[in-house]
């Protein structure tokens, strides 16, 4: 009878540092896992903080370029456009939405 519990003994054993070595895996596995996971996530704050900068730097790009001291050169030499005088701006008024003609 002393041998079927030195069997029995030597499973449970067996068992336990089975399931130390499986649970110990899956933390390993897990750890690897957030570790390159974490790089991704740098990586990406990385490049969204650049696009913020490039969209910033093109916002201004754009603000300049549409500028009435750049575009009315343009205007005049390109298209032969000029500035009205005061004589040929007509004002209208606007009429309301629910006013009836």
Avoid: C, D, Y
Wanted: glycine share 8%; net charge positive; proline share 2%.
């Amino acid at each position: 009878m002393a041998k079927k519990g030195v069997k029995r003994g030597r499973w449970m054993i067996a068992g336990g540092l089975m399931g130390f070595v499986l649970i110990s895996s899956a933390v390993v596995a897990r750890r690897s896992f957030g570790h390159r996971e974490g790089g991704t996530i740098t990586s990406l704050r990385k490049r969204q903080s650049e696009l913020i900068s490039e969209r910033a730097r093109l916002t201004e790009i754009i603000r300049e370029a549409s500028s009435l001291s750049r575009i009315r050169p343009i205007a005049e030499q390109r298209l032969g456009m000029h500035t009205p005088s005061e004589t040929q701006i007509v004002l209208l008024n606007r009429r309301h939405a629910n006013a009836t003609h």
